[in-house]
């Protein structure tokens, strides 16, 4: 006969009276603040990591005029949609094709990698207050905490996010119950668990007080998804961890951007769009006046791909 599954019990830590959130008085924000120096060095280890495969080895991105260029036409050629994209390359002038094309897509990649950063930032500034570890997945994180007038501590089995919009509506409830199902596996606590989905980054804009960017995640219903997991915003995390405030934690790795991920398409602007303007016309893409013709470029996209497909062997 097959086991019952058995539910989470509720976990045995103070609790806000009359609520399932965990009391404020576990958490106060870090006094004295975090030193800057250990901050920096948080940054640029969360930096290190997100920039490198899971191999460890640092991810090859253009970095030269050529290289860049390549890249745009590579880009063009495999991503541009055949009607929106074919008219839309057409209304530009070749030399503003690498500008709109190669910036976007170089910040594109970009974003992938801080919203790496974000959860390794999250890991690494808690790596210097308590014995921290990786999660079984990217962004997750175990932690053991001590916790004021609660002397058996914390295990927070915590899962970081760059924003809400990373983890929301359906995601959540999965996000969660991932948490706790690692957490209830543990055979060796010696003290309660608290899971955690924090977020990195202020909703909207605006980042909550401290007091106020905690909450229990509910259903559609209005039911808990667990009563042992807790939202965490930025409002919260970074004084707790750091005793600072958000803006201080940003501002602090906006000065590291461009040792870790450098803007090269901006770097190189004027002299990839005179070498794509001339790659462009050596392809024939381009008409009298110097604009993309819509009729060769759908071709250059899409006419190749079917030549080639027809020519494998049946």
């Known amino acids: 006969m097959a086991k019952k599954k058995i539910g989470p019990s509720l976990q045995d830590y103070p609790r806000e009276r009359g609520f399932l959130l965990s009391d404020i008085k576990l958490f106060p924000p870090l006094v004295p603040p975090m030193n800057k120096n250990i901050i920096e060095e948080a940054i640029d280890a969360a930096f290190k990591r997100c920039i490198r495969d899971k191999k460890g080895q640092i991810k090859r991105t253009p970095d030269t005029p050529e290289k860049l260029v390549t890249a745009c036409i590579k880009h063009l050629r495999e991503r541009s949609d055949p009607i929106l994209g074919s008219y839309f ?23 992938m990698h801080i919203g790496i950063f974000y959860q390794y930032l999250i890991l690494e500034l808690m790596r210097k207050r308590w014995p921290v570890f990786d999660g079984s997945r990217e962004g997750d994180i175990v932690a053991d905490i001590n916790t ?117 398409t901006l770097e190189f602007k004027e002299e990839c769009s005179r070498l794509l303007k001339e790659k462009l016309k050596s392809l024939g893409l381009l008409d009298k006046t110097d604009t993309i013709n819509q009729e060769k470029f759908l071709s250059f996209i899409v006419e190749n791909k079917v030549e080639k497909k027809s020519q494998k062997p049946k």
């Open 89 to 111: 390359i057409s209304q530009l002038k070749a030399e503003d094709i690498f500008e709109l094309d190669a910036v976007s897509h170089e910040m594109q990649r970009h974003r």
């Open 148 to 264: 004021p007038g609660f002397e058996r501590g914390l295990r927070l089995y915590m899962s970081v996010k760059k924003s809400k919009d990373t983890v929301g509506g359906q995601d959540i409830g999965g996000v969660i119950k991932r948490l706790e199902n690692v957490a209830k596996e543990e055979k060796n606590l010696t003290s309660p668990y608290l899971c955690i989905v924090g977020v990195a980054t202020p909703a909207k804009g605006k980042i909550a007080g401290f007091n106020e960017d905690r909450a229990i995640k509910c259903n559609k219903d209005g039911q808990p998804y667990s009563q042992n997991c807790e939202y965490w915003g930025p409002g919260f995390i970074f004084p707790y961890v750091t005793g600072r405030e958000p803006i201080e934690i940003y501002m602090k790795a906006i000065k590291r951007v461009a040792t870790y991920l450098p803007f090269k």
